[in-house]
């Protein structure tokens, strides 16, 4: 585990090392090294995050949580990652008004998700009470 977040680490301070030296001469090329980088680490993420999930879905089922509490939760982690990467790639760019409202969807997004939770969460209450 330490391995490949070092080997990760390395290889994203070397694109970025790669991408504001070209981002001098060539600034579409330069963020196209950004979104390469992004998209080869997310896919890493992508296989390395398989066993992670079972574990988890283990430990949901076992608590006796329903399943649709946990899609909803992971549902809710991809939207966070996605829009992390989609801001910080915008803002890199140059681009914070897109940044921002990719950041609104995002909070928007989670918002809207939650609804379900929350809802079930008050219902709870009414009960003890």
């Known amino acids: 585990m330490v391995e490949s977040s070092f080997s990760v680490s390395v290889f994203c301070i070397c694109a970025a090392v790669l991408a ?16 390469g980088v992004c998209s080869g ?3 890493g993420f992508m296989l390395f995050i ?3 999930i079972s574990e988890v879905q ?6 006796g949580v329903p399943d649709s509490y946990m ?5 809710a982690a991809a939207i966070c990652f996605i829009t992390q990467i989609t801001c910080e790639i915008c803002n890199d760019s140059g681009e914070g008004a897109i940044a921002s409202a990719a950041e609104l969807w995002g909070r928007g997004a989670l918002t ?9 969460l008050l219902e709870k209450i009414n009960e003890m009470i």
């Open 20 to 35: 504001v030296l070209l981002r001098q001469y060539c600034r579409e090329q330069s963020m196209m090294i950004a979104i």
């Open 41 to 43: 680490v997310i896919g």
């Open 50 to 52: 398989g066993p992670v």
């Open 58 to 63: 283990e430990i949901f089922t076992e608590s």
């Open 71 to 75: 899609s909803i939760i992971f549902k």
């Open 112 to 120: 809207f998700m939650s609804l379900p939770i929350i809802r079930s």
